[in-house]
């Protein structure tokens, strides 16, 4: 069945940085768009970034331009995000799924915690 298992989350302080990833298994990675949604206590899901099938076309919450970065390794079926300059406001559950924005399915990964914090 489709898995993902997403690792690479913590605490880190104002201003750092973490690279979260995404194993795929169950299914062919590279034919899947993937994307992350991160959801912060009490609020709702919100969609952070898509990556296309081939790796080169990719698209950001606003929130996140510029101090995020989102790739993929077909050939290891992972998914990444590098998160840089990160602030209090990014802290939340951070999940992948499969899909591009407003596609998005509803089976994600069960998620890796990141918290920024002083």
């Known amino acids: 069945q489709v898995q993902l298992v997403e690792s690479g989350g913590g605490m880190v302080q104002p201003g750092g940085s973490l690279r979260l990833s995404c194993v795929g298994s169950g299914f062919t990675f590279s034919s899947y768009d993937m994307s992350w949604v991160r959801q912060a206590p009490g609020k709702g899901p919100e969609w952070v970034s898509s990556i296309n099938t081939g790796g080169r076309g990719t698209y950001y919450a606003d929130s996140v331009k510029g101090r995020f970065t989102i790739s993929r390794d077909n050939a290891k079926n992972t998914l990444y995000l590098q998160m840089n300059s990160l602030k209090p406001e990014d802290t939340a559950l951070y999940s992948c799924?499969?899909?591009?924005?407003?596609?998005?399915?509803?089976?994600w990964g069960q998620g890796t915690q990141v918290t920024v914090s002083p």
């Open positions: 799924a499969r899909g591009w924005v407003g596609t998005l399915e509803s089976n």
